[in-house]
C-alpha cells in the first residue's frame, strides 16, 4: 500500500486560484496511474482528472478548462490547480495511485 498525503486545501474565496499537492514519499512514482478525486457535502465522490506515467491527461467533463493537473517523478508529487474556484467547489479532494487513497484535504469556497 502506498502512503498518499494531500495538502493545500482551505477556505478561499470565490475567484481564487487554488493548488493542491498529493505527495508519495515512500513510492517512486515512475509508474501508475494519478488521480483526483473530491466529494461534496452529502454527495458521492467524484473523479476529477487523472495524469498517467505518460504524463498523459484526462478530465472530466465539468473539469476540462478549469483544473490543470501536473506530476513530477523527480518530487514524488503530483498538483491538481483549480482556476477561479466557485462553491460548488467546495469539498474534501482526494488522490489515489494505483488503487491506494490519501486522506484527503478540504477545500471550502466562501466569501
Known amino acids: 500500500q502506498v502512503q498518499l498525503v494531500e495538502s493545500g486545501g482551505g477556505l478561499v474565496r470565490p475567484g481564487d486560484t487554488l493548488t493542491l499537492s498529493c505527495t508519495m514519499p515512500?513510492?517512486?512514482?515512475?509508474?501508475?496511474?494519478l488521480k483526483w478525486f473530491r466529494q461534496a457535502p452529502g454527495k458521492e465522490r467524484q473523479y476529477i482528472a487523472s495524469?498517467?506515467?505518460?504524463?498523459?491527461?484526462h478530465f472530466a467533463p465539468f473539469a476540462q478548462g478549469r483544473f490543470e493537473i501536473s506530476r513530477d517523478t523527480a518530487k514524488k508529487t503530483a498538483h491538481l490547480r483549480i482556476l477561479s474556484v466557485t462553491p460548488e467547489d467546495t469539498g474534501v479532494y482526494y488522490c489515489?495511485?494505483?488503487?491506494?487513497w490519501g486522506q484527503g484535504t478540504q477545500v471550502t469556497v466562501s466569501s
Open positions: 495524469v498517467a506515467d505518460t504524463f498523459l491527461e
Open positions: 489515489n495511485y494505483d488503487g491506494d
Open positions: 515512500e513510492s517512486d512514482f515512475r509508474h501508475g496511474l
